[in-house]
């Protein structure tokens, strides 16, 4: 019997490929199939499936929502069709696929229906590596990952995710394949589920051994974090990717002598420390907006280190006296305030860059973060060797971390001088697009005059250094409010999430595209992770907010506004959100003093002013909805209305003829406001007017 079937079993050894369509139930039938049809056609459009089917050496299996690919020529060649099909995907982001690859034994069937079919483990395993990614994923099988892993090109890209338990108990390695443009680097949210079990566990055990107030204490931060963050778990919206245990904020030195204290290098200091503790894929940063409040002189470090949720806190002392700088810094465990590292230093200012290098090694060390070999490298990066420069770029940002127009454009002045002293400066380039991108946004400034110069500086800093994700994320801005380019803005926010996952910025960006786009769903979740990442930064935090407007979702953007305010009560551009929102919810006077309490905090905006005028004609108050017109023209001749904020009180008398007149102009000067068109309930009453259609037609948004 064992002889008979040895004999009639012919097993080979496969290199399966399975590939599925996530989500592929819930689309409507002919999407099914337009999807499909789509999938197919870039899976036989690859190389290695033309090569693989020349040679005879390629068997398919078709699935409802996929099919799997089996080779019979290289174990790399599914790896490298699974490359390739992920950068075609990248053209096409309504086609959510995953992909598991695995080598084993494989033979062909015949099927019920009398068709050639394959069969064996091969298959299995590889379909079960697969389930256990989401929308992205490249899962390699630990066997054939430690295959690849000998070969130099290959090792870089593999990253050990250990052990999942899958189908019928068994447990099975898997390796999440991916590079700095192609794959997933977020954990699946499979293993993320059983890694939150298996802390469960833990805790469960810790509490058995008398540890009770502390298993509490970790609950109710879980709690809390869910409660601060409860839209992104609504059905609708996959929940965001669980992020690295290690968070660690940098606070703002302080000085030594308070009288000779220099608030410059203080917040310098710490911005310098967050930008080379950033490039570690395993630890989350908290950025210089969100710890800069915490720059007070009585400030306490662990009370801080709670409220910006993280594991560990660096704080310091810094004092320039004469031509030397003494520093002092210590890393706090938030937990139970234990000195996890401290040290001095007393050096000349010009080896100010050496000190940095060393806090910074010591923290990694501190932390026992897993570098690589890159990571390395970027931890002790100088960006300039010029002292100068170095200074007027920490001015900078100082003055644009205050996001008023004031402050921005001082920002500005700042930032160009320190290129001028050293034009190979990439985070000053850098800085000056950020300036120059804000400015377009947050003040009345005619588009032609910052954003082209903001595009100009983030190419020049990724020309210097194309492994900055911030500066693609700012590049990415750029590219959709100016050009209208959006395929080429979301290329760069992916590319900056492929470099740095843990960029609140690069998903902020991200996040940008989505809505505008009209993906809602996923632009909620963007959203969240960068106010996940960034739980304190207002800008982050009122964006959000605005995401959640557009996608209908106010009730939750007032509550993520309500928790904004109850953390700063002067940030403007969170009073104009809540305006929007509450005309959205009826209640006019509210919104009235939101957009009057914005219109004192940033100096002015129209913004502010003409939604004063549009609530005030929702409410039949033509004349004072008149009298902002009146007062937009007036402030013309001071400086630039944007046609867009003029268009939206024409919108409220019910003038759409001057409020389409008001839109086409803002075309032709390219105002940046008009890429909210698309989501803007304010505009509902257009969507079906030829001419609002012309205009979102324009802009790329139709």
């Not at 690295?244 to 606070?251: G, H, S, T, Y």
Request: with cysteine.
């Amino acid at each position: 019997m064992a002889d008979q079937v040895s004999s009639d079993v012919k097993l080979e050894i496969g290199h399966v490929l399975f590939i599925d369509i996530v989500g592929y139930s819930k689309l409507l039938i002919n999407e099914q199939s337009e999807q499909i049809q789509k999938l197919k056609e870039i899976v036989r459009g690859t190389e290695q499936v033309r090569l693989a089917e020349a040679e005879g050496k390629l068997l398919r299996l078709p699935t409802g929502d996929g099919g799997a690919l089996v080779f019979r020529n290289s174990p790399e060649a599914p790896v490298l069709c699974a490359m390739e099909i992920a950068k075609a995907l990248k053209s096409q982001p309504e086609l959510r696929v995953r992909m598991g690859i695995h080598s084993g034994p494989v033979n062909e069937v015949t099927d019920l229906n009398e068709q050639a079919n394959i069969a064996g483990a091969g298959i299995n395993v590889a379909q079960r590596v697969m389930d256990c990614g989401d929308a992205g994923h490249i899962l390699l099988s630990k066997r054939l990952a430690e295959d690849l892993a000998s070969y130099r090109h290959w090792e870089p890209h593999l990253h050990d995710l250990g052990e999942v338990e899958v189908k019928h108990g068994q447990k099975i390695g898997v390796v999440n394949l991916y590079t700095e443009e192609l794959g997933n680097s977020a954990l699946p949210e499979k293993l993320s589920r059983e890694k939150e079990a298996g802390a469960s566990q833990v805790r469960r055990r810790r509490n058995l051994t008398g540890l009770a107030a502390a298993v509490f204490l970790t609950i109710a931060v879980v709690v809390g974090w869910a409660v601060f963050f409860h839209h992104t778990t609504k059905p609708s919206t996959a929940a965001p990717a669980t992020l690295p245990e290690k968070r660690i904020a940098v606070l703002p030195f302080k000085p030594l002598v308070p009288e000779n204290g220099d608030q410059v290098m203080e917040l310098g200091m710490a911005d310098s420390l967050i930008t080379k503790l950033s490039n570690s894929r395993e630890l989350i940063v908290s950025s210089l907006p969100s710890v800069r409040k915490y720059s007070g002189l009585e400030q306490d470090s662990l009370a801080a280190g709670r409220e910006l949720q993280v594991n560990s806190v660096l704080e310091g002392n810094v004092q320039k006296v004469g031509d030397h700088i003494r520093v002092t810094a210590r890393l706090i465990n938030v937990k139970d305030g234990a000195s996890l590292w401290a040290a001095t230093f007393n050096e000349k200012f010009t080896d100010v860059f050496a000190v940095q290098d060393a806090i910074s090694q010591k923290v990694a060390d501190a932390l026992a973060l897993q570098l690589s070999g890159e990571e390395k490298k970027r931890l002790t990066r100088r960006y300039t060797e010029n002292l100068e420069a170095y200074r007027l770029y920490l001015t900078g940002r100082y003055h644009l971390a205050k996001l008023i127009p004031p402050e921005i454009r001082k920002s500005i002045e700042f930032f160009q001088k320190a290129i001028d002293l050293d034009p190979n400066y990439a985070l000053a380039w850098f800085g000056l697009a950020e300036a120059n991108r804000s400015l377009a946004i947050s003040s009345d400034v005619l588009s032609k005059d910052c954003l082209p110069r903001a595009k100009a500086a983030a190419m020049k800093a990724l020309e210097i250094d194309d492994s900055l994700a911030e500066a693609h994320a700012s590049l990415s801005f750029t590219l959709v409010w100016y050009d209208w380019d959006w395929a080429g803005g979301e290329e760069h926010a992916r590319r900056a999430i492929a470099l740095n996952p843990n960029s609140a910025l690069a998903r902020f960006a991200h996040a940008h595209v989505l809505s505008y786009l009209g993906h809602h769903d996923e632009a909620i979740v963007e959203g969240a992770r960068a106010t996940q990442l960034e739980p304190l930064n207002l800008l982050f935090s009122a964006v959000d907010a605005m995401i959640l407007h557009h996608a209908r979702r106010d009730d939750e953007a007032y509550a993520q506004l309500q928790r904004a305010l109850e953390i700063d009560a002067n940030f403007w551009i969170t009073h104009l959100m809540l305006g929007k929102v509450l005309i959205q919810q009826r209640k006019y006077p509210e919104a009235i003093a939101e957009f009057t309490k914005a219109r004192e905090l940033s100096h002015g905006i129209s913004d502010a002013i003409a939604s004063i005028g549009y609530v005030a004609a929702l409410t039949g108050d033509v004349a004072k909805a008149r009298s902002v017109l009146d007062e937009l023209q007036a402030v013309s001749s001071q400086h630039y209305v944007p046609p867009t904020t003029v268009a939206l009180v024409y919108n409220g008398l019910g003038d759409h003829n001057e409020a389409l007149s008001q839109l086409e102009k803002a075309c032709e000067q390219r105002d940046v406001r008009l890429t909210l068109l698309r989501g803007d309930p304010n505009w509902d009453s257009f969507r079906s007017d030829p001419r609002f259609l012309s205009i979102i037609k324009r802009i790329g948004l139709e």
